[in-house]
């Protein structure tokens, strides 16, 4: 991770708070940094790959149009490459074509060796395209390319959804907090849904206005009903 981190800030890819930020979601949810950094919509995770692959000195290669080796496919088994992100590319003449989402780890590509008996010759792939080769030469999943791409790029921000609360106001009035259960509730008439400031706070008014004759005309009642001169209710 040090290497990558000093590549891409060199690269002015991303800066110091997104290589945190990067860093922590790595920490959090495990995968690669570029494509943490592709997920968090801070570059794309391609140009952040041909990056890396340049200051490494590793060719950087994309996996879409790759043929299926099955002697190679063997050599390393599914578990494995799901695990440590790689994806055997080729397996001749005792090299095996690697390729993996972070070159710079050593013990991978010895472990690879060693299961493969073969000398690693190290590429590599953006994490995405890594996952999609393994899903289609494994699995035998066709992945499309835009599914491929899904976490790439900047993301785009969700506009903001209407308010819960203002929308209730027009479609029923202001709330009322202490009114009783018995109380007549007073819907405003239909008609656009907008309504300015100074609309608002007279209709508000209004509704208060109500209410509160609606109380003394109940009090009123009441007070009759007690002296004989109404019946209650």
């Not at 800030?9 to 495990?30: M, N």
């Not at 994309?62 to 002697?71: E, I, P, Q, T, Y």
């Not at 790029?153 to 009783?180: D, S, T, W, Y």
Request: aromatic share 4%; glycine share 6%; hydrophobic share 40%.
């Amino acid at each position: 991770m040090g290497r990558f981190a000093e590549v891409l800030l060199k690269a002015r890819l991303i800066d110091e708070l997104q290589l945190k930020s990067a860093l922590a979601h790595v920490e959090r949810w495990a995968g690669t940094l570029p494509r943490a950094i592709a997920e968090l919509g801070f570059a794309d995770e391609d140009a952040v790959v041909d990056a890396l692959a340049r200051a490494l000195r590793v060719p950087a290669v994309h996996l879409g149009n790759v043929l299926k080796d099955n002697a190679a496919l063997r050599s390393l088994g599914v578990d494995y490459c799901d695990k440590y992100h790689v994806f055997p590319i080729s397996l001749k003449d005792r090299t095996l074509t690697l390729a993996m989402a972070d070159p710079t780890d050593l013990q991978v590509i010895d472990d690879a060796s060693s299961m493969a008996r073969a000398r690693v010759q190290v590429v590599m792939a953006a994490e995405s395209e890594i996952q999609s080769a393994i899903a289609r030469h494994f699995r035998g999943q066709d992945v499309s390319a835009a599914q491929r791409k899904k976490t790439s790029g900047i993301r785009k921000v969700a506009p903001p959804q209407p308010n819960e609360e203002k929308l209730e106001f027009e479609r029923k009035g202001p709330r009322r907090p202490n009114a009783q259960a018995e109380e007549q509730t007073y819907d405003l008439p239909p008609g656009p849904p907008d309504f300015t400031p100074e609309e608002v706070r007279r209709l508000e008014a209004a509704l208060q206005n109500q209410e509160k004759v609606g109380h003394i005309l109940r009090t009123v009642q009441a007070l009759l009903a007690d002296k004989g001169l109404t019946p209650k209710g």
